[in-house]
């Protein structure tokens, strides 16, 4: 960069020019001194300025003027600033620097901190000729030194008088009319202000001279040293001189900052630059004492601080009623004590009992904020909500009940067992009235239930899957053998490269937005892939000599609840059935905390929205049907009717609404409803129960329902797989049969995005 220093009212004998980086970092300050060019009323100089390589791109630049050669002494002026450095370009940057020297001689006045004891005399100056005249001449704090001015000499007549200066300069011995002096304080020094006395000889207390400005302080007179402490000390006139009380100064730099201040005398009579050092300060923007947490120290002056604090413990620099404090919690819904804990004590969200009714409410804060209230609403005419869409039944009349997910205020609803079917409701390809308005698909072009799935050609025709989930914006995962992997991320519209880094068998696979992770069951081992990093965590986790089934999982704060379901093989030895087996962790990548639990039948699925109606099945072939329930409070599962059989069909797939409400279906086109205490089978979608069997259930409501159903080949005959949906009614095929193909599981949002998977790479998208 290209740096020029100009000067006005001097001419620096030497300037010295530093630069650093402006953040403090890398190497220290690099300085150069170069000599004053000019006038002795201004000039400049101009230098060429390299940064240091350690440094960054903004340099922080301070130039010093002296009056000296060499840049000897203390600097009479300064002056700082900051240029950026471009790689490629010349930076441009000047710096003025200002003193004060009045008559020319090169050395500015001592009220602008220079060294000048008469800046309008060129011939008093430090390299001025001491003469005998009352005048420091050479700028030391003496006056007429060597002439011995005051000392008793003897004039030509024989009396007594005291050297005096003449007016050449020189010094003479002249007795002169009152020439003694009272010298009441002994400092050999006559009081200047005193009546004096005429004699030949001096008189005893009297002394030859009336230079004392202070005779009754033996401390002051022109051969003490001026002190800092508003006095004339050495009689010369002048008070303070040499020490530039009052010019301007800064304190030392701290983190590229110096504080403004002025040179003032100490206790000790010395003078010293009073302004404060910077200190290291945190924003408090709210007034409450405490420091921004999030926000960097910068360097503050003393006449800078207000607003700014030596602390940085305020959690929300923006709220005064939130900072560090072991008192003062708020239910507000804020971290008023910045513990990290939001309305501690305060148990929000616990059931209570509204107006003392049976109606179930939340404990809320109170108005006031130092409390809780119990928030619902007592019971009152209300409508059943069988599908949990906030519209209540059509066509039933209203009955006392409290309000909550199963009774609404509303009675619109035209079909209470789907939550896509309701007034208002986007109207969807799916053989229904969703808007309630009359129409069925109305304006929409929907595929006929003989059109094809749509298939997917990622992963190849060869490849075995087993398992699908869905997650976030069009997100899709599917698992299989093989060590397979696949997936299409949220928002995309195909499907990326295999996933190869999970090594296993993988039967099932639960894809978690929130945490963007995949979590697979399989053979012998469980695994979680990371999306993002592409990399996979697996391992037994209490797997060994067990395969997982079914894997699902539960999002919370922070993290989630896995659970994986399966069996364990070979058979035990003392056994004569295959047992299954239950794994429940926290999804950690390493498998801690992972606790396993074996039951008496093999588990194929598991599902639910909550702990509280999580569901997992099973059973044997031929003979039983099982359904498990989780024990929330022992962190197992248990079965259902004190281990009664749930039909005497295996269970291969589960779905779980809400605690009140899930489906299960199995072998032999088995369908069973459960209502969180006991179970009813219904019919299924087979026209005979020797057709085949059901693997894959997706459910959105009681009149939605969506199966697939796999028949074996039989003869000539190949192997088929079929996707039905029920209305509540009736159920009809979705799509064309695939002939020839094992369809393994099923997966939807809605009936608009429906997805199924199986062997021979089918993965398939409807419509």
């Not at 010295?16 to 400049?44: C, M």
């Not at 240029?83 to 710096?95: D, F, I, R, S, Y």
Request: with cysteine; aromatic share 6%; charged share 20%.
């Amino acid at each position: 960069m290209s740096l020029t220093v100009a000067y006005s009212g001097f001419r620096p004998r030497c300037l010295r020019v530093s630069a650093v980086d402006a953040a403090g970092q890398g190497a220290p300050a690099h300085s150069t001194d170069v000599a004053g060019k000019g006038e002795a009323t201004g000039g400049e100089v101009k230098l060429a300025v390299f940064r240091d390589p350690s440094w960054g791109s903004t340099l922080q630049l301070r130039v010093e003027a002296f009056e000296r050669e060499g840049c000897v002494g203390t600097a009479v002026a300064r002056t700082d600033g900051q240029a950026a450095v471009v790689e490629g370009q010349v930076t441009q940057l000047t710096l003025a620097l200002s003193a004060r020297d009045a008559d020319g001689d090169g050395y500015v006045e001592a009220a602008s901190g220079g060294s000048d004891c008469r800046d309008d005399a060129a011939n008093v100056s430090p390299d001025g000729t001491e003469r005998c005249d009352g005048v420091d001449n050479n700028c030391d704090g003496q006056r007429d030194e060597g002439f011995s001015v005051g000392q008793l000499c003897t004039t030509a007549a024989g009396c007594q008088s005291a050297w005096a200066c003449a007016a050449d300069g020189t010094r003479s011995c002249t007795e002169t009319q009152g020439q003694w002096r009272p010298d009441t304080d002994g400092d050999g020094f006559g009081s200047s202000t005193a009546p004096g006395k005429t004699a030949c000889l001096q008189p005893a207390g009297y002394v030859a001279n009336a230079l004392d400005c202070n005779d009754g302080n033996n401390k002051v007179n022109p051969n003490a040293a001026e002190r800092c402490d508003g006095v004339d000390n050495n009689c010369d006139g002048a008070k303070d001189e040499g020490f530039n009380v009052g010019a301007a100064c800064t304190s030392a730099v701290v983190n590229g900052k110096s504080c403004a201040g002025a040179r003032a005398c100490l206790a000790d009579g010395t003078a010293a630059c009073n302004a404060a050092t910077p200190v290291m300060l945190y924003p408090d923007a709210d007034g409450d004492g405490q420091g921004s947490s999030r926000a960097a120290a910068e360097p503050r002056c003393a006449n800078e601080t207000a607003g700014w604090v030596a602390n940085n413990t305020d959690c929300d620099d923006g709220d005064a009623t939130v900072k560090k404090q072991t008192t003062g919690e708020l239910c507000d819904g804020k971290d008023n004590t910045c513990d990290g804990v939001v309305d501690e004590g305060f148990n929000l969200g616990a059931s209570c009992n509204v107006g003392g009714q049976p109606c179930a409410g939340k404990l809320a804060c109170n108005a006031a904020k130092t409390g809780t209230q119990c928030v619902g609403t007592a019971k009152v005419p209300a409508y059943p909500d069988d599908d949990r869409d906030t519209r209540g039944k059509a066509g039933v009349a209203a009955v006392n009940e409290c309000l909550g997910p199963d009774f609404v205020t509303s009675n619109d609803d035209c079909d209470d067992g789907d939550p896509f079917v309701k007034p208002g409701a986007p109207e969807l390809c799916d053989h229904k009235d969703n808007n309630c308005n009359g129409s069925v698909d109305e304006q929409l072009a929907c595929r006929a239930d003989t059109d094809p799935w749509q298939r997917e050609s990622a992963g190849g025709t060869t490849a075995q899957w087993y398992s699908v989930s869905l997650f976030g914006n069009g997100g899709v995962a599917v698992a299989g053998q093989g060590s397979q992997v696949l997936l299409r991320v949220p928002g995309a519209s195909s499907f990326g490269p295999t996933a190869q880094s999970c090594v296993g068998e993988w039967q099932g696979v639960w894809a978690d937005a929130s945490s963007g992770k995949l979590f697979l069951g399989g053979e012998l081992r469980l695994g979680v892939y990371n999306i993002a990093q592409g990399t996979c965590n697996s391992g037994s986790w209490g797997q060994s000599s067990s395969y997982s089934r079914g894997i699902f999982g539960i999002p919370k704060t922070g993290g989630q609840d896995v659970y994986a379901v399966g069996e364990v093989r070979p058979v035990p030895t003392g056994q004569n059935a295959l047992p299954g087996r239950s794994v429940v962790w926290d999804g950690a990548e390493n498998g801690n905390n992972a606790t396993t639990k074996d039951h008496t039948f093999p588990l194929y699925d598991v599902h639910g929205t909550a702990r509280s109606n999580l569901l997992a099945v099973g059973g044997t072939p031929g003979t039983k049907g099982r359904i498990y329930q989780f024990d929330t409070v022992n962190n197992f599962f248990a079965p259902v009717g004190n281990g009664t059989d749930q039909g005497d069909q295996l269970l291969r797939a589960v779905w779980a609404l809400h605690p009140k409400l899930a489906y299960a279906v199995g072998d032999a086109n088995t369908v069973m409803r459960f209502d969180g205490a006991s179970t009813v089978q219904v019919a299924g979608p087979l026209a005979s129960a020797s057709e085949g069997d059901l693997v894959a259930l997706v459910a959105f409501g009681r009149n939605a329902l969506y199966a697939v159903a796999y028949t074996p080949a039989s003869g000539a005959t190949p192997q088929q797989s079929r996707v039905f949906q029920f209305d509540g009614s009736t159920w009809r095929q979705v799509g064309a049969p695939l002939s020839g193909v094992r369809l393994r599981d099923l997966a939807g949002t809605s009936p608009e995005n429906l997805w199924v998977v199986g062997e021979d790479g089918w993965i398939a998208h409807w419509p």
